[in-house]
C-alpha cells in the first residue's frame, strides 16, 4: 500500500439472526397507521445507554412533557406505551446527552470519549433501531420533501451502502462491520452539527435546525472552494509539463468525523485538441506518502519539482484523459484552506475524496468533460479507487451529468487484519533462529511502520485507536514523536533506526522488540474499525480491473486473490490480470508492458467500448 518510491518492503496487506424487536400488540414497524400498545426498539450507533427517548405526539422534534417517554437500558433498548395514540405518521425522538455511554466506548460517557450529545430520529412504523442512518432518512424525507421509501433510496447511495440494506436493522447485533462503521461516522456528523448549532437554539428547534444543517452540508459537497491563483500552482515535472495543464483547487466535503472541510486535488488537462462532446475523466488515487498535511502530493511536487507518479499520469493525459488527483482528506496546503488529519484507508473518506473530486472537476471544466468517469489508483490508492466506485452514487447526485464506468485498482490495499497477523506469525518464526534474525527485523520494521499510520490515521476518524494499547514500550515513543509528522522516507529511516538500536542488546531477539502487541490487534473493538474499512464488501458499480505482480512483498498475490473473490460473491464485474517475473514488485508492475496493455484496454473498453 506504498508508494513506489518505498525503501521499505511491506509485507502483505494481507450468527447472529438480526433481531426485529417488534412490540407486543403490533408496534416496532408493524402497527403503522394504528393505535399500539407498545413501541419497543433500540437506540444504536453503538448501543446507547441514558438516551432519553420519547413518541413525537405533537410533531415538534423534541421529547416534551406528558409524551411517552423512556430511558434507553444498556443494550439501548426503550419500550414507550402509546396507549390509545394513533402513531401514523409520527417519529420516534432519542434525545441523547453527553453524560450517555455508547458500547462502542467501553464503559465510559461521551463526554469521557471526546463526544458531545445529539438527536436521533426514526418513523415510529419502523422503530425497531434508532439509527444515524434513520435520522438522515427522516431528516431527507422532510428538507427533500420525498418519500420515505425515496428517501431511503438517496441515503443508501450517499453512503456507499448496497441497496438491500435494511436501515432498520440491528447492525450490532447482526455483526455488519460496514454499516456500524458508516454509524459512527454519520453519529459524528450529527454531534458536531448540533455542537454548531447557534446558542439559544431551544429543544423544539433543534431536531428542524440540525436537518437544515445537515442538508447544507450535504448540498455543499463537491462544489469548488478556490482555485489557486499561482501563476505556477503545480511545479510540474517535464514528463507532464510536457503534456499537460496544471492546475491546484478546493472542494467542499464532510470529514470523517462531521465536519465540512476543504479538500485539495490537482487536475491535469491534455493539451491536446478536446474530442467532440468533451474529454472522459480520470480520478487518480496515490499511493502512501504519510499522514501529515505537508505530505499531500501537490504540497511535495511544488516544492520538489517531482512526484512518483508522474509518468503513469502523463502516460494516461497523453491518451486523451483529463485526471484529477485528490490529496485526500487532511493532506494538503493551509493556502487551499486544508486542515490538519488524514484518515489513512478510511473507506468513507478515502470514497468522498475521489467521488466528489470528480464533481469538483466537472464543475470546474463544465463542457469539457464529458461526464464519463472511471478510478484508478495504486496501493493504498487502490484502496481509494474501490472506494470510489463505492460512492459512485454520492458522485451522481451531487452532479448528475457524471456517469460511473469503473475502476482500475492496481495492487489495492485490503486484508488489514490478516496482513497484521502473518507479519506477526512470521516475527515469531524467524525468532526461533539466529540465522532468520534479519528477516525477523525486517518484519518488526514493517509491521510497526504499517501499524503507525494505522492508528495515527483513527486519531482523524469517530473510531480512534488508543495507541498505548496497540505499541509497546520501544515503538510508542517513535510513533508519538514521528507518525504525525514524518513522511515515507523518514518516518521509514526513524523506525529502521529504532528497532537497529534495539538489535544489538544482548539477548534480542526480533519478538522481544516491544512493537505491534498482536492480542490488541485481535480485539473485538480494532478488529471492526479495521474490517469496515475494507474495500469490495458490496457489489461495486461498473467493471473493475485487479493489477497484480506476483513478486510484490507489500501487497501479496493471496491478498489480492482473496479480494477478488470477495467482490465476485458480491456480485461486482471485476477481473484479476497477473503479471510474473522479477520486476513484477510493487511499484514495478506499473512499468510492466503487459500490465499497461491491461490497464489502457480495459479504460479503452470503460469508455469506448460497446
Not at 423512556?70 to 446527552?97: F, H, R
Not at 517535464?238 to 465536519?259: C, D, E, I, N, Q
Not at 506469525?425 to 525486517?442: D, F, K, L, R
Request: proline share 5%; aromatic share 6%.
Amino acid at each position: 500500500m506504498f508508494s513506489p518510491k518505498s525503501k521499505l518492503q511491506i509485507i502483505a496487506l494481507s450468527s447472529m439472526t438480526i433481531a426485529l424487536l417488534t412490540a407486543c400488540g403490533g408496534g416496532g414497524g408493524s402497527g403503522a397507521g394504528s393505535a399500539t400498545s407498545s413501541l419497543s426498539g433500540n437506540v444504536i450507533d453503538g448501543y446507547i445507554e441514558g438516551a432519553k427517548v420519547c413518541l413525537d405526539v405533537n410533531s415538534n422534534g423534541a421529547c416534551d412533557t406528558g409524551e411517552p417517554t423512556a430511558t434507553t437500558d444498556s443494550a439501548g433498548k426503550y419500550q414507550l406505551i402509546p396507549g390509545s395514540i394513533n402513531t401514523t405518521g409520527l417519529n420516534v425522538i432519542a434525545e441523547i446527552p453527553d453524560t450517555a455511554k455508547d458500547s462502542d466506548d467501553g464503559g465510559r460517557t461521551l463526554l469521557a470519549a471526546g463526544k458531545s450529545a445529539y438527536t436521533m430520529v426514526a418513523p415510529a412504523a419502523e422503530s425497531s433501531v434508532v439509527t444515524p442512518i434513520t435520522t438522515l432518512i427522516v431528516g431527507k424525507v422532510k428538507t427533500d420533501n420525498l418519500s420515505t421509501a425515496t428517501a431511503k433510496v438517496r441515503v443508501l447511495e450517499e453512503l456507499g451502502l448496497p441497496s438491500d440494506t435494511n436501515p432498520y436493522a440491528d447492525h450490532v447485533a447482526a455483526g455488519n462491520a460496514i454499516v456500524h462503521g458508516v454509524a459512527r461516522q454519520l453519529a459524528a456528523q450529527l454531534q458536531q452539527a448540533q455542537k454548531d448549532l447557534p446558542t439559544g437554539t431551544t429543544a423544539q428547534e433543534r431536531l428542524a435546525k440540525l436537518q437544515e444543517a445537515i442538508k447544507t452540508i450535504q448540498d455543499s459537497a463537491g462544489s469548488i472552494a478556490l482555485e489557486s491563483q499561482d501563476a505556477n500552482p503545480l511545479n510540474m515535472p517535464l514528463t507532464l509539463s510536457t503534456v499537460a495543464t496544471g492546475r491546484l483547487f478546493a472542494y467542499k466535503m464532510p470529514s470523517a468525523v462531521g465536519k465540512q472541510i476543504n479538500a485539495s486535488a490537482m487536475l491535469f488537462t491534455p493539451k491536446s485538441v478536446m474530442p467532440p462532446g468533451g474529454w472522459p475523466l480520470l480520478v487518480f488515487g496515490h499511493g502512501t506518502e504519510g499522514v501529515a498535511k505537508n505530505c499531500a502530493p501537490s504540497v511535495t511536487m511544488k516544492a520538489t519539482g517531482d512526484w512518483g507518479y508522474s509518468s503513469l499520469v502523463a502516460a494516461l493525459v497523453f491518451q486523451g484523459y483529463v485526471v484529477v488527483a485528490p490529496d485526500y482528506e487532511g493532506m494538503g496546503s493551509t493556502a487551499m484552506g486544508v486542515d490538519a488529519g488524514h484518515p489513512y484507508l478510511d473507506l468513507g473518506s478515502a470514497g468522498r475524496s475521489m467521488a466528489l473530486a470528480a464533481v469538483g472537476a466537472k464543475k470546474l471544466m463544465t463542457t469539457q468533460l464529458s461526464g464519463a468517469w472511471a478510478t484508478l489508483g495504486h496501493s493504498q490508492g487502490g484502496h481509494a479507487a474501490l472506494a470510489g466506485a463505492q460512492f459512485a452514487g454520492l458522485a451522481k447526485k451531487q452532479e448528475p451529468s457524471l456517469v460511473y464506468k469503473g475502476a482500475v485498482a492496481i495492487a489495492p490495499a485490503s486484508n488489514l487484519k490478516a496482513s497484521l497477523n502473518a507479519m506477526w506469525s512470521g516475527i515469531q518464526t524467524n525468532s526461533q533462529n539466529p540465522v532468520n534474525y534479519a528477516t525477523g527485523y525486517e518484519a518488526v520494521g514493517i509491521s510497526n511502520f504499517y501499524a503507525a499510520y494505522v492508528v495515527k490515521g483513527t486519531q482523524s476518524t469517530p473510531s480512534p485507536l488508543t495507541p498505548s494499547n496497540v505499541f509497546g514500550a520501544r515503538m510508542l515513543p517513535v510513533y508519538s514523536a514521528k507518525a504525525g509528522t514524518e513522511c515515507f522516507n523518514d518516518f521509514s529511516t526513524s523506525i529502521s533506526s529504532t528497532v537497529n538500536t534495539y538489535r544489538v542488546t544482548i539477548g534480542a531477539t526480533p519478538a522481544g522488540f516491544t512493537g505491534v502487541i498482536n492480542t490488541a490487534i485481535n480485539s473485538a473493538f480494532v478488529s471492526s474499525v479495521l474490517d469496515s474499512n475494507e474495500p469490495g464488501q458490496m457489489k461495486l458499480p461498473g467493471n473493475t480491473l485487479l493489477v497484480q505482480g506476483l513478486a510484490d512483498t507489500t501487497v501479496l498475490p493471496s491478498s489480492t486473490q482473496a479480494l477478488l473473490a470477495t467482490m465476485q460473491s458480491k456480485g461486482s464485474q471485476v477481473t484479476l490480470s497477473s503479471h510474473s517475473g522479477v520486476t513484477a514488485t510493487h511499484g514495478g508492475v506499473l512499468t510492466i508492458p503487459a500490465a499497461q496493455a491491461a490497464i489502457n484496454n480495459h479504460l479503452h473498453n470503460l469508455f469506448f467500448g460497446n
